[in-house]
């Protein structure tokens, strides 16, 4: 699909045409309050739970978009094997589970 440009030429590939997978991932949270008369007239108690990714689901990362390897110096020294293949996982998106306990007086 792609050919290497001839010395000092960008090449003619559009903008924008190699795109990355979807990505998606969901997160929920709970909050309970509580009044305590103990902690004053005003006192309450809050308990958070929150939940980041809560499915779990793997989002792959933007695809390599290096098609053509090169010297620096726009001259092409070979076509890149992994061109367009998404190499890794997005950082930071396993589960997370969060909790809080408030005290407010």
């Keep these: 699909m ?11 590939s559009g903008r924008n045409m190699m795109r990355g997978p979807n990505t998606w991932h969901y997160n ?20 958070r ?11 792959d990362a933007i695809p390599n978009g290096n ?4 010297n620096g110096l726009f001259t092409p020294i070979s076509i890149n094997p992994t061109a ?4 890794a996982g997005l950082p930071n998106e396993a589960r997370q589970i969060q909790l809080a306990l408030r005290f407010e007086f």
């Design 28 to 47: 929920f949270s709970v909050k309970k309050d509580t009044s305590l008369r103990m902690l004053g007239e005003a006192g309450r108690v809050e308990f």
């Design 49 to 59: 739970a929150e939940f980041f990714n809560i499915f779990n689901h793997f989002n």
């Design 67 to 70: 098609v053509i390897i090169s």
């Design 2 to 12: 792609f050919t290497a440009a001839p010395p000092g030429h960008l090449g003619d």
């Design 84 to 87: 367009g293949t998404a190499l």
